[in-house]
Nanobody
C-alpha cells in the first residue's frame, strides 16, 4: 500500500497550487478510506490540514478553511488539495495519509512574500 503525492511548487503570496495524492490500492479499498493532508513547516511539528471522508464530507483546520479544498476521485484513487490565496505561513512539506500509518513521500510547497 502506497500513497504517491504530486510535486509541489513555489508561488508568490496570493498564488494557488494543487496537490494530488494517488493510492496504489484497489478502488474498493480506496473508496472506503478517509484521506488526510498534513503539513510540516521548518522547525515545527507536523499538523493536520484537511480530511476527506469516505462519503465525500470534508473537514479543515481553521487556517485552511475558505482557502483550501480537499476532494476525491474514487475511480482514479486520487485525492486533491486545491490551495488558493496562499500565504508564506503555508510554506511546508505537505503529506497525505490514510490507513493509520500510510504516508505519502511529502511534497514541498513554498510561498514567498
Amino acid at each position: 500500500v502506497q500513497l504517491q503525492a504530486s510535486r509541489g511548487g513555489s508561488v508568490q503570496t496570493g498564488g494557488s497550487l494543487k496537490l494530488s495524492c494517488t493510492a496504489s490500492v484497489s478502488v474498493s479499498m480506496f473508496k472506503h478510506s478517509a484521506v488526510r493532508w498534513y503539513r510540516q513547516a521548518p522547525g515545527k511539528e507536523r499538523e493536520w490540514v484537511a480530511t476527506v471522508f469516505e462519503d465525500g464530507d470534508t473537514d479543515y483546520t481553521d487556517a485552511a478553511k475558505g482557502r483550501f479544498t480537499v476532494s476525491r476521485d474514487d475511480a482514479k484513487k486520487v485525492v486533491h488539495l486545491d490551495m488558493i490565496s496562499l500565504k508564506p505561513d503555508d510554506t511546508a512539506v505537505y503529506y497525505c495519509n490514510a490507513w493509520d500509518g500510510v504516508w505519502g513521500q511529502g511534497t514541498q510547497v513554498t510561498v514567498s512574500s
